[in-house]
């Protein structure tokens, strides 16, 4: 039976020897929808990918994908989904087109070829062999294997590491071109603002487990807004109120999660007491801040 | 009719790739066939008078080199190209595919099979044609089966070996060690009658001087062996059996890590 939720994921554990890659992760990613997972290198979310496209056999936890067990490797699962790989490359003797035209072979209603060149951009390259590719358009001749089955599923590991930053808008365009078609997409990366272009929901995931996992605007609020302004050391701050003071440019910086009442309490104590708050300003740290202080945080949990 | 169609269009793709790769087709296709002109312009013209009628040393390059030629394109060409594609993660991206594996496989054993087929109607072609070799005692039907089995037994074989290699970098060397002393104890470039017992009980072991005899045997009486048929076709069925079971057993799909 289908359920609304294209990959569906309970308690999952993996481990290799003595060390657990995945440490107990549920996850619900919705039909239609581009679902990111993020973390740093090592995090586990190439295993987790890897087990929902059947590679590898998880050691607890329960995992359905479009209704199926991908570890029972069944062809009606695999005429469903598409697999682009972290690290793999194309045959070599084979052009854009060739290698194209034999993967769609694979399938029972694949999507036509002119579509598959025409979404990854690649439809002024078919005629060149691999070799003549650059990093960008080898991953979007990847990418376009992978869609080439027409599937409901698309499995994208890490599909624009390495790209320069052209190359990686490129990819984005190509993967809201996905999103047109009505695929559903996981991928994984390791760049916040990935999500902030292309995902519709994401999780962070962090030596193992989700820590985190909502709307790129849910992650965004993750990162606290800081005050900041500059003024005269070893200032009294009113009760509640903790700032972080850098003696080089005399500057306080209070971060809040409730901004409003925060500069409330700051500016009229600072008028009842006239103290002058130079530079006065907000700042929003970006995603990628907030990931960076997601994963020190998880590290020092751990040094602990 | 579906799986007919994919195995035509996997081997169509294997094929191309095959002949696309130059150095791998020269390696394949040429040397056995460069392998027998040396022979044969060395000794080949040298005869044999049986019953009044003169029989060239060529008669015997034909057979043995198309044992050579057979392991070539079965055992070496499956051994490497499985180990090169599994390191590639070629392999990976097909398990990922609704392509089933007995297709992927099929198609390659398939295109070993015809690639060696061919390779052995040309070397018999340039033997008869340039060298003067001898078709006329050929047991056909006997040489075609003792071809299909050793096609088969070197595919198993090739697959096995590729299952035991740690990595594409080692494969060439691995292959050629296995293969390039065996070819030399094996009566292929030249019979072993005078060799110590011991080393022709060392090659009798192994399936390549079995295969290659019994293709001399064949090919033409007077390269009839001492051994009988039945035991050559039995050692090559044992060790198609050892292939096939260490090729299934120790299949990887991913390079070890």
């Given at each position: 039976?289908?359920?609304?939720?294209?990959?569906?994921?309970?308690?999952?554990?993996?481990?290799?020897?003595?060390?657990?890659?995945?440490?107990?992760?549920?996850?619900?990613?919705?039909?239609?929808?581009?679902?990111?997972?993020?973390?740093?290198?090592?995090?586990?979310?190439?295993?987790?990918?890897?087990?929902?496209?059947?590679?590898?056999?998880?050691?607890?936890?329960?995992?359905?994908?479009?209704?199926?067990?991908?570890?029972?490797?069944?062809?009606?699962?695999?005429?469903?989904?598409?697999?682009?790989?972290?690290?793999?490359?194309?045959?070599?003797?084979?052009?854009?087109?060739?290698?194209?035209?034999?993967?769609?072979?694979?399938?029972?209603?694949?999507?036509?070829?002119?579509?598959?060149?025409?979404?990854?951009?690649?439809?002024?390259?078919?005629?060149?062999?691999?070799?003549?590719?650059?990093?960008?358009?080898?991953?979007?001749?990847?990418?376009?294997?992978?869609?080439?089955?027409?599937?409901?599923?698309?499995?994208?590991?890490?599909?624009?590491?390495?790209?320069?930053?052209?190359?990686?808008?490129?990819?984005?365009?190509?993967?809201?071109?996905?999103?047109?078609?009505?695929?559903?997409?996981?991928?994984?990366?390791?760049?916040?603002?990935?999500?902030?272009?292309?995902?519709?929901?994401?999780?962070?995931?962090?030596?193992?487990?989700?820590?985190?996992?909502?709307?790129?605007?849910?992650?965004?609020?993750?990162?606290?807004?800081?005050?900041?302004?500059?003024?005269?050391?070893?200032?009294?701050?009113?009760?509640?109120?903790?700032?972080?003071?850098?003696?080089?440019?005399?500057?306080?910086?209070?971060?809040?999660?409730?901004?409003?009442?925060?500069?409330?309490?700051?500016?009229?104590?600072?008028?009842?007491?006239?103290?002058?708050?130079?530079?006065?300003?907000?700042?929003?740290?970006?995603?990628?801040?907030?990931?960076?202080?997601?994963?020190?945080?998880?590290?020092?949990?751990?040094?602990? | 009719?579906?799986?007919?169609?994919?195995?035509?269009?996997?081997?169509?793709?294997?094929?191309?790739?095959?002949?696309?790769?130059?150095?791998?087709?020269?390696?394949?296709?040429?040397?056995?066939?460069?392998?027998?002109?040396?022979?044969?312009?060395?000794?080949?013209?040298?005869?044999?008078?049986?019953?009044?009628?003169?029989?060239?040393?060529?008669?015997?390059?034909?057979?043995?080199?198309?044992?050579?030629?057979?392991?070539?394109?079965?055992?070496?060409?499956?051994a490497m190209e499985v180990s090169i594609?599994?390191d590639?993660?070629?392999?990976?991206?097909?398990?990922?595919?609704?392509?089933?594996?007995?297709?992927?496989?099929?198609?390659?054993?398939?295109?070993?099979?015809?690639?060696?087929?061919?390779?052995?109607?040309?070397?018999?072609?340039?033997?008869?044609?340039?060298?003067?070799?001898?078709?006329?005692?050929?047991?056909?039907?006997?040489?075609?089966?003792?071809?299909?089995?050793?096609?088969?037994?070197?595919?198993?074989?090739?697959?096995?070996v590729a299952?035991?290699i740690p990595n594409a970098e080692a494969s060439p060397a691995i292959v050629q060690?296995?293969?390039?002393?065996?070819?030399?104890?094996?009566?292929?470039?030249?019979?072993?009658?005078?060799?110590?017992?011991?080393?022709?009980?060392?090659?009798?072991?192994?399936?390549?001087?079995?295969?290659?005899?019994?293709?001399?045997?064949?090919?033409?009486?007077?390269?009839?062996?001492?051994?009988?048929?039945?035991?050559?076709?039995?050692?090559?069925?044992?060790?198609?059996?050892?292939?096939?079971?260490?090729?299934?057993?120790?299949?990887?799909?991913?390079?070890?890590?």
């Amino acid at each position: 039976m289908e359920t609304s939720y294209a990959i569906e994921v309970k308690g999952l554990r993996k481990s290799y020897g003595d060390f657990e890659a995945v440490k107990g992760i549920d996850l619900r990613v919705k039909t239609g929808e581009i679902f990111a997972l993020l973390g740093p290198n090592g995090a586990g979310k190439t295993t987790t990918i890897e087990i929902l496209e059947g590679f590898l056999t998880p050691n607890a936890g329960s995992v359905k994908v479009l209704g199926y067990d991908p570890a029972k490797h069944e062809r009606v699962y695999k005429e469903r989904i598409g697999i682009v790989l972290q690290e793999t490359e194309v045959e070599e003797f084979l052009s854009v087109e060739e290698s194209i035209r034999l993967v769609r072979s694979y399938y029972q209603n694949p999507l036509p070829l002119d579509d598959v060149l025409a979404v990854t951009g690649l439809t002024d390259l078919r005629r060149v062999r691999p070799r003549k590719l650059s990093g960008g358009q080898k991953r979007r001749l990847d990418v376009a294997m992978g869609l080439a089955g027409n599937p409901d599923l698309l499995f994208l590991d890490e599909p624009t590491t390495g790209f320069d930053p052209q190359a990686r808008r490129d990819a984005w365009d190509m993967l809201r071109n996905l999103r047109e078609l009505g695929k559903t997409v996981l991928l994984t990366s390791h760049y916040m603002d990935e999500v902030e272009h292309i995902a519709s929901r994401a999780a962070v995931m962090i030596d193992g487990k989700i820590v985190l996992e909502g709307t790129p605007q849910d992650l965004a609020h993750e990162a606290e807004p800081t005050i900041s302004f500059r003024a005269t050391a070893n200032l009294n701050l009113p009760n509640g109120l903790e700032a972080e003071f850098h003696e080089g440019d005399s500057q306080y910086l209070i971060s809040s999660s409730d901004l409003v009442k925060t500069l409330y309490v700051l500016t009229s104590w600072a008028i009842e007491n006239n103290v002058s708050l130079e530079d006065l300003s907000i700042t929003r740290r970006s995603l990628d801040d907030a990931f960076v202080e997601l994963t020190q945080r998880a590290e020092n949990g751990q040094e602990r | 009719m579906r799986s007919l169609q994919l195995l035509a269009i996997q081997y169509a793709y294997e094929n191309v790739r095959f002949w696309r790769n130059s150095i791998a087709a020269f390696f394949t296709v040429a040397l056995p066939i460069l392998m027998m002109m040396i022979l044969c312009l060395l000794f080949g013209s040298q005869q044999t008078v049986v019953e009044g009628q003169p029989v060239y040393w060529s008669t015997f390059y034909v057979p043995s080199l198309s044992a050579m030629a057979v392991i070539g394109a079965c055992f070496t060409n499956i051994a490497m190209e499985v180990s090169i594609s599994r390191d590639r993660g070629l392999l990976k991206r097909y398990r990922g595919t609704p392509l089933p594996v007995s297709i992927l496989v099929c198609a390659k054993l398939v295109h070993a099979v015809v690639l060696g087929f061919l390779l052995v109607i040309c070397l018999i072609g340039v033997g008869v044609w340039v060298f003067d070799a001898s078709v006329n005692g050929i047991q056909l039907s006997l040489f075609v089966v003792a071809l299909i089995l050793g096609s088969i037994t070197f595919c198993a074989l090739g697959l096995a070996v590729a299952a035991l290699i740690p990595n594409a970098e080692a494969s060439p060397a691995i292959v050629q060690a296995v293969v390039l002393p065996l070819l030399f104890i094996s009566d292929v470039f030249l019979p072993m009658d005078n060799a110590p017992a011991w080393l022709q009980w060392i090659a009798s072991v192994f399936p390549v001087r079995h295969f290659a005899l019994i293709l001399q045997s064949t090919f033409h009486p007077i390269l009839a062996s001492d051994i009988r048929v039945s035991i050559h076709l039995f050692v090559m069925a044992a060790w198609f059996a050892v292939g096939l079971v260490v090729a299934i057993r120790y299949f990887r799909w991913e390079p070890r890590r």
